[in-house]
C-alpha cells in the first residue's frame, strides 16, 4: 500500500465510514441550527409573534454585519494561512493583528452609523408602527455589540488556522448557550421585551470574542497577537478575496427585504411572523445537509487533487445517495412534526398559526431538493469549479427567489409568497444538473 493511502482523506470510505467522518461537523451545524431555533421561539413565546417579526424585518442589518465579518474572515484569512505555509511565523502574527484590529474599528462604525440613522433605516426595511418599535429597540442595543459580533465571526474562522477547531467550537456552543439562558433571564424573569433578546444575543457573542481575544493574547507560540502591520492594498486584497462570501449574505438580505415587504403587503404582521418561523425551521432542518457537506468536501477535493478518480466517483455517489435518501425522510419530518414546530412559537388558536401552518405545507416540497443543491455547489467548489459553485449558489439564494417573490404573489396572494422558495430550490436543483453535465466535471466523476 502506497504512504499516501493511509492518509485519513485518502481511504477508500464506506459508505457508514463516510457518514461517521462527517458526523462531527453535521453535529455542529445541527447544534447551531437547533440553537437559531430555541433563540427565535424565546422571542416569540416571551416577547410575542409582532417582536419576532420585527426581528425578521431588520435581519438586513445582522445579515450585513455577518456578511463583512464573513468577507473579511475568509480574505484575511487566506493570507494569513499563506504566510504561515511559507514559514513566515512573524507576518502571520502581524496581519492577524492587524485583521483584527479592523474588525474592531469597522464594527464600532458600522454601530455609530446604524445608530445615528436608524429612523431612515427602519422606514427604507419597512418597519412601521408596532413593528418600528420593536425594531428600534432592538437595534439601540444591538448595534453597539458590532464589534464583538465582527470579532466573533473572525475567531470562528481563524481557530482553524490556528490548529484549534475544537476550540472554536466549544467557544461558539458556549456563546449560544448563554445567548438561550439569558434569554430565558432576561425576556423571563426581568421582563425587557425585546431589549432582553438583543442584550442576550450581544453578550452572547462578547462572550467568545472576548475569550478568544484572552486565548490569543496569552497563547505562547503559533498564531497569536502582535505589533499590527499591514498595508491598504493588502487590506483591500483580503477583503476582495473574500468578496464571493459577502454576496451570499447579501443575497440573502436583498431576499429577506423581499419577502418582508411582500408578506407585509399580503399579510401584515401576522404574515412576517410566519415567514419567519418557517425560516428558522427551514434553517433548522437544513443544517444536517450543510454539515454533511462540510464535513465531505475535504475528502473529495483531497480524492480529485491526487487523481484517485475511482474512489472519488465512489465517494461522490455514496453522498448524492444519502442526500436523495434523506431528502424524502426530511420531507416526511417536515409534514408530520411541522405543526408541532409551529406551536413552539405560537398558539394553535391564533392567526399566525393558521396562515403559517398553510404556508409550511407549500413550502416544505424545497426539502426535496435543497440538499442536492447545497452539496453539489459545495462539491464544485471542492473539485476547483468555484466560478460554477458560485453561480450555482447566486441564481439559488438571489436570482430565482427573487424571481419568485416577485411574480408568484401577482397571481397566488400570500401563498406565492411560500412558494417562491421551493420553486426557487426545485429550478436550482435543474441547474445543479447541468453544472454536472459540464465536460470538465462529468470527466472526473463519470
Known sequence: MKAEDNQPLGRAFTAPGLLLFALPTMA????????????TVFVSRLAGTDALAAMNVICPVTQVAVGLG??????????????MGKGDGLRARELFTAFALAAVVLGAILGAAGLAGMEPLLRLLGARGVLAGHGRAYLAVYLGFLPATMLQTLYANWFVTA??????????????????????LLMGGFH?????????TGLGALMPAAAGTAFFILRG????????????????????????????????????YLLNRAMLRFAGEDGVAGMTIVVYAQFLLSTAYIGFSMGV????????????????????????????????AVYVLARAFGPALIALYTGRDTAVYALTLEGFAVFSAGF????????????????????????????????????????????????????????SEGLACVAAAGALLDKQVRRRLF
Not at 464573513?70 to 504566510?83: F, K, V
Not at 425587557?192 to 442576550?200: F, Q, S, T, Y
Not at 475535504?298 to 472519488?312: D, H, N
Not at 441564481?395 to 397571481?411: E, N, Q, S, Y
Open 221 to 256: 507560540e503559533g498564531l497569536r497577537f502582535a505589533r499590527p502591520r499591514i498595508r491598504p492594498g493588502e487590506l483591500l486584497c483580503a477583503l476582495g478575496n473574500g468578496a464571493s462570501e459577502m454576496v451570499g449574505q447579501l443575497s440573502s438580505a436583498v431576499t429577506t
Open 368 to 423: 426535496l431538493f435543497c440538499g442536492v443543491n447545497i452539496f453539489t455547489s459545495s462539491m464544485l467548489t471542492a473539485l476547483g469549479e468555484g466560478r460554477a459553485s458560485a453561480l450555482l449558489s447566486f441564481l439559488r439564494t438571489c436570482v430565482f427567489l427573487t424571481a419568485g417573490i416577485l411574480l408568484l404573489p401577482c397571481v397566488f396572494g400570500v401563498r406565492g409568497v411560500f412558494l417562491a422558495s421551493p420553486l
Open 192 to 200: 425587557m421585551g425585546i431589549r432582553g433578546a438583543a442584550l442576550g
Open 28 to 39: 455542529m451545524m445541527v447544534f447551531m441550527g437547533l440553537y437559531t431555533f430555541a433563540d
Open 297 to 328: 468536501t475535504p475528502v473529495i477535493g483531497y480524492l480529485c487533487g491526487a487523481g484517485k478518480l475511482t474512489r472519488l466517483r465512489r465517494t461522490v455517489r455514496i453522498c448524492f445517495g444519502a442526500i436523495l435518501g434523506s431528502a424524502w
Open 70 to 83: 464573513t468577507m473579511l474572515a475568509a480574505g484575511g484569512g487566506a493570507m494569513i494561512a499563506q504566510s
Open 163 to 184: 490548529g484549534r477547531p475544537g476550540l472554536g467550537a466549544a467557544l461558539a456552543a458556549c456563546g449560544g448557550l448563554l445567548n438561550i439562558a439569558l434569554d430565558a
